[in-house]
């Protein structure tokens, strides 16, 4: 079954994607990110920027497969046809339709209302669906 994390707190979701990213990409782990599309571009341009001495090699889900199938981070509006099957990171508002397909998916929740009102919902519909959720929350992390 699939493990599902909920981290909330995040006061700039793309910049802990960054983050989180970096790390599973340096324990060797391919992710699969998916949100809506301004999002998506959002963190496309962070991935080139967020770092000075970093790089993760990351696509769009429109590239080319063997490509897609090369790149340790896959960008996706919808994860039907996405190669990875490890980490599914979601920065949207809704559950994903196939999450279930992937070992791991972690939810990023900001700390704005809105944010947390979607968090509720897709909380919600996983433990309706039978899911066990661990709840990180990064007001507690130290700095």
């Known amino acids: 079954m699939t ?8 006061p700039d979701p793309v910049a802990y994607a960054c983050r989180l990213l970096r790390k599973a990409v340096g ?14 571009n959002g963190l496309d341009v962070a991935l080139w920027t967020f770092s000075p001495t970093d790089f993760l090699a990351h696509c769009d889900f429109t590239t ?3 490509i897609l199938a090369m790149s ?5 509006t919808h994860i039907d046809s996405t ?9 949207g508002t809704t559950v994903s339709l196939g999450f ?24 919600k519909q996983y ?11 990064l007001n507690l992390k130290p700095s």
């Not at 493990?3 to 995040?10: E, I, P, S, T």
């Not at 190669?83 to 920065?91: D, T």
Request: glycine content about 2%; proline content about 4%; cysteine-free.
């Open 3 to 10: 493990d599902v994390a909920f981290h909330f707190n995040a």
């Open 27 to 40: 324990s060797g782990a391919k992710v699969v990110v998916t949100a809506d599309e301004q999002t998506l």
């Open 64 to 66: 080319a497969p063997s």
């Open 72 to 76: 340790p981070v896959v960008l996706a």
């Open 83 to 91: 190669p990875h099957r490890q980490i599914l990171l979601n920065l």
């Open 100 to 123: 279930e397909n992937f070992q791991r998916v972690i939810e990023v929740v900001a700390l704005d209302d809105d944010s947390r009102q979607s968090a509720r919902s897709r909380w």
């Open 127 to 137: 433990v309706d669906l039978g899911y066990a959720i661990t709840r990180h929350d």
